[in-house]
């Protein structure tokens, strides 16, 4: 499957700069390998309502902050998230049974994505059509051909209504 990278910074803008704005997601004991050591993660839906996803551990490594699940907005059980992004799960994750988590966990880079700003893009898309040759279509024809052409059609029309 492909990934959907994003950067941290994309994660803190989702949740307003602060983790204390994410739900609290606790892993307990999981037959899944992952990075979260049981600590659980942060949970935080993106611009299009998309869950997005770090765990505990690497984002106290990424930002050097301690988290304390209690601060967070809110908590929301394992089977609990598991039940409501099911269907979410199933084209996420590769295999059925995989753990959404570790996935979403597996989506964020701790450092900036290099994206190209919306102005620079814009600004490309511009110059590329500016570079490009103008397509002409045929010159006209002569207006002496075409007024020949009308004045018969005219003449036509006027002498059948007499």
Known sequence: ?????YSIFDFLKYCGGSWRNTLYVPCGVCIHPCRAEQRGALVVADGH??????SVVRYEAITGQRIDPD????????????RVF??????EC??????????LDSEVSARPLQREPKAALE??????????PLKR???PK???????????????ASQESE
């Open 86 to 91: 099911q269907e979410f799960a199933v084209w």
């Open 123 to 132: 600004q490309s898309l511009l110059t590329e059509d500016r570079e490009r």
């Open 71 to 82: 601060e967070c907005i809110g908590t929301l059980q394992r089977y609990a998230f598991d």
């Open 142 to 156: 002569s207006g002496r051909a075409r007024s020949k052409c009308l004045c018969s059609v005219d003449r036509r």
């Open 94 to 103: 590769e295999h059925i049974g995989d753990c959404l988590l570790c996935r």
């Open 1 to 5: 499957m492909d990934t959907n990278s």
């Open 137 to 139: 279509s045929a010159p």
């Open 49 to 54: 309502g998309r869950p997005r996803a770090i």
